[in-house]
């Protein structure tokens, strides 16, 4: 704020006018957002943060579609909500990948977190049946 009131003191005011960034670098920001950057996750967890109950063994596999490829992956865990898989792909946080399990319905999912070949995908509230 210094800056500004010295070039406004001084007669400088095109210099305290100049845009920071220009429409385009802004555009390209807002543009890419989230889904343009991998964040992995720096600390394990400490406790259990989890809202819901995850269930092994329920299904084994699913068919994903990611990025107009389709391919097969181990599920981890399921809940109601959202599930874990292991894939070789590398899908950015926020990304969709959709997801069809044998005999339903495809559903679409929301990476939430990558780390170690596994995936966190969220499937909203009450996406699954579990009970």
């Known amino acids: 704020m210094n800056e500004f009131r010295a070039a406004l003191k001084n007669g400088e005011v095109a210099k305290a006018m100049s845009p920071i960034a220009s429409d385009k670098d802004r555009r390209r920001k807002v543009e890419k957002g989230l889904t343009g950057l991998l964040i ?3 600390e394990r967890r400490t406790s259990n943060q989890r ?8 299904v084994d596999r699913a068919t994903l579609t990611f990025r107009g490829k389709t391919l097969l992956a181990k599920v981890v865990n399921i ?3 959202g599930l874990m898989i292991e894939a070789s792909i590398e899908p950015r946080i926020a990304e969709e990948i959709r ?11 929301i990476v939430r977190w990558v780390r170690d070949g596994r995936i966190g995908l969220d499937l909203g509230e009450g996406a699954i049946s579990l009970g």
């Open 99 to 109: 997801i069809e399990f044998d005999g339903f319905e495809p559903l679409t999912g």
């Open 79 to 81: 809940s109601e909500s």
């Open 51 to 58: 809202r819901e109950e995850r269930y092994r063994g329920i």
């Open 40 to 42: 992995p996750r720096a």
